[in-house]
């Protein structure tokens, strides 16, 4: 049955939404707990950052349970844990989800 679909129906991205409340330069994931920080997904970005409600492409993660580090640009580090990442779908953080930030 999936023969008869589109291929871009089939391969959706995986993104990262921001919904804190300052544009991101750093985007990193680790499997949750392992602290085995992976590359910078801003990156992926042609400017290379994640503005207040940009959706970013996440790449070379497969779906599963992350801890989520990510650095602002007023320089503000903050850790989320156990992040759900679904291949083709689209995960946030919020300012709320918050709790865990250094500058």
Not at 24 to 41: D, E, F, M, V, Y
Not at 47 to 74: C, M, Q, S, W
Request: charged share 30%; proline share 4%; net charge neutral.
């Amino acid at each position: 049955m999936s023969a008869l679909l589109p291929v871009g129906a089939l391969a959706k991205d995986t993104r990262f939404w921001n919904l804190t409340a300052n544009t991101i330069t750093s985007l990193q994931l680790s499997p949750a707990g392992k602290n085995a920080w992976g590359r910078n997904q801003a990156d992926n970005d042609r400017d290379r950052t994640v503005d207040h409600d940009e959706r970013l492409k996440i790449t070379d993660t497969p779906a599963g349970i992350y801890d989520v580090k990510f650095v602002d640009k007023n320089g503000r580090t903050c850790v989320v844990p156990n992040i759900e990442v679904k291949e083709g779908l689209v995960f946030s953080i919020e300012e709320k989800n918050l709790k865990d930030c250094v500058k």
